[in-house]
């Protein structure tokens, strides 16, 4: 079956540098692959969704990277700060355009 | 304007009682989701309605889930015979069909 991994343990990163944050799947091929972001409390906020023939994108200081031979995105945040501390989460369509699982989430905290 | 609302926002039941949980999408979004996710996991598909119909309940855990979506807006989860492994926080997401999908901020159930 399906299954996402992302990094199990939190991610603690000092102010400033660029976080990575990795998601691996397998028994997949996946069109696209999104990334949420979710704070204690909330519901998830999309942030990027990258195309099974997209290499990378970028939003501002977000930057993801898409492998279909390592089936791996990587999700990295340049010139971190605290206000980016949270829970992300990675998500891939399955079976269908319209329904997606989500991996358990790597929590990151931005310490100043 | 207004996003996705779900209420109660907390919701505090005996085992084997019956509640209901509400979702307001956002006006137009013709796709709803639920998802339940238990701490330190990524939220878990239930079901998604394209218009007022379940497209795929393929997510639903067993039969004492239901959900409904009778004008195509507003949905309501249904879950009878509670049990205290039904606790968790629901989610309801909307999106245009096919789309990013918005979430609210979900109901924590606690089953007693």
């Known amino acids: 079956s399906q299954k996402i991994e992302q990094n199990s343990e939190a991610l603690n990163i000092q102010e400033g540098k660029t976080a990575t944050l990795t998601c691996n799947y397998t028994n997949y091929s996946p069109a696209y692959l999104q990334w949420y972001r979710q704070d204690p409390g909330r519901g998830p906020v999309f942030l990027l969704l990258i195309r099974e023939n997209e290499k990378e994108k970028r939003k501002e200081r977000l930057k993801v990277t898409f492998d279909t031979t390592l089936k791996q995105s990587l999700f990295h945040i340049t010139a971190s700060q605290p206000a980016d501390s949270a829970t992300y989460l990675c998500a891939l369509p399955y079976s269908s355009a319209s329904k997606i699982i989500f991996g358990s989430g790597t929590r990151l905290s931005i310490r100043p | 304007g207004a996003g996705v609302s779900q209420t109660p926002s907390n919701k505090v039941t005996e085992k084997g009682k019956y509640v209901e949980l509400r979702c307001d999408p956002i006006?137009?979004?013709?796709?709803l989701y639920w998802y339940r996710q238990s701490l330190g996991q990524g939220p878990e598909f239930l079901i998604y309605f394209q218009g007022t119909g379940a497209a795929d309940d393929s997510g639903l855990p067993n039969d004492r889930f239901f959900a409904v979506r009778p004008e195509g807006s507003v949905s309501t989860l249904k879950i009878q015979r509670t049990e205290r492994g039904d606790s968790a926080v629901y989610l309801c997401?909307?999106?245009?069909?096919?789309?990013?999908?918005?979430f609210g901020p979900g109901t924590r159930l606690t089953v007693l």
């Open positions: 997401a909307s999106s245009l069909k096919g789309g990013e999908q918005f």
């Open positions: 006006s137009g979004h013709t796709a």
